[in-house]
T-cell receptor, first 112, second 113 residues
Framework: RKEVEQDPGPFNVPEGATVAFNCTYSNSASQSFFWYRQDCRKEPKLLMS???SGNEDGRFTAQLNRASQYISLLIRDSKLSDSATYLCVVNYYGGATNKLIFGTGTLLAVQP | SQTIHQWPATLVQPVGSPLSLECTVEGTSNPNLYWYRQAAGRGLQLLFYSVGIGQISSEVPQNLSASRPQDRQFILSSKKLLLSDSGFYLC????????????FGQGTRLTVV
């Protein structure tokens, strides 16, 4: 079983739609969580961190459920510029360990 | 401000040739350093990470190796490349605390022919 799993998509949605991405992780010792965005042939960039209380940044909302080991990202009012791959990231750290594990990514294509 | 440099941007190498990719970080001390590989259309696979000079953790058995000769320098090497080593190699760094986001270099696109 992969440490971090995502639905690879693609998700094809019209402009203005709401889309949700899910991610599960297998290691309950995971301590911090992030969503990254990766444009084609570019390096990933941080979209937002994910906190247990949930957090929102404009049209983006991230949530974490530690009991279910599940992370989500909701994008409201999708824009063409949201088209990209969205990567779920889990960090295990402590002592000599600091592993940053990426999911396989979910491809989003927003259509005009 | 902190920056990360990774080079070269593109590399075409024959099978069996050696490889050396270098990554350096500026503007911070004692970062955690990472090497990832991304095959075409796939996710990022963690290859190596390092929490300090000379401390290298390997995630996937393969013909690659990593070294950290200086605090802010991380090198990915191979003695003999395989076709399957082709991919997009990304170096990243984070602060020591686990809540830090990762900052990536611009990546090296390696094609083994």
């Amino acid at each position: 079983r992969k440490e971090v799993e995502q639905d690879p998509g693609p998700f094809n949605v019209p402009e203005g739609a709401t889309v949700a991405f899910n991610c599960t992780y297998s290691n309950s010792a995971s301590q911090s969580f992030f969503w990254y965005r990766q444009d084609c042939r570019k390096e990933p960039k941080l979209l937002m961190s994910v906190y247990s209380s949930g957090n929102e940044d404009g049209r983006f909302t991230a949530q974490l459920n530690r009991a279910s080991q599940y992370i989500s990202l909701l994008i409201r009012d999708s824009k063409l510029s949201d088209s990209a791959t969205y990567l779920c990231v889990v960090n295990y750290y402590g002592g000599a360990t600091n592993k940053l594990i990426f999911g396989t990514g979910t491809l989003l294509a927003v259509q005009p | 401000s902190q920056t990360i440099h990774q080079w070269p941007a593109t590399l075409v190498q024959p099978v069996g040739s050696p490889l050396s990719l270098e990554c350096t970080v500026e503007g911070t001390s004692n970062p955690n350093l990472y090497w990832y590989r991304q095959a075409a259309g796939r996710g990022l696979q963690l290859l190596f990470y390092s929490v300090g000079i000379g401390q290298i953790s390997s995630e996937v058995p393969q013909n690659l190796s990593a070294s950290r000769p200086q605090d802010r320098q991380f090198i990915l090497s191979s003695k003999k490349l395989l076709l399957s080593d082709s991919g997009f190699y990304l170096c990243a760094w984070t602060l020591l605390n686990g809540d830090s986001e990762a900052f990536f270099g611009q990546g090296t696109r390696l094609t083994v022919v």
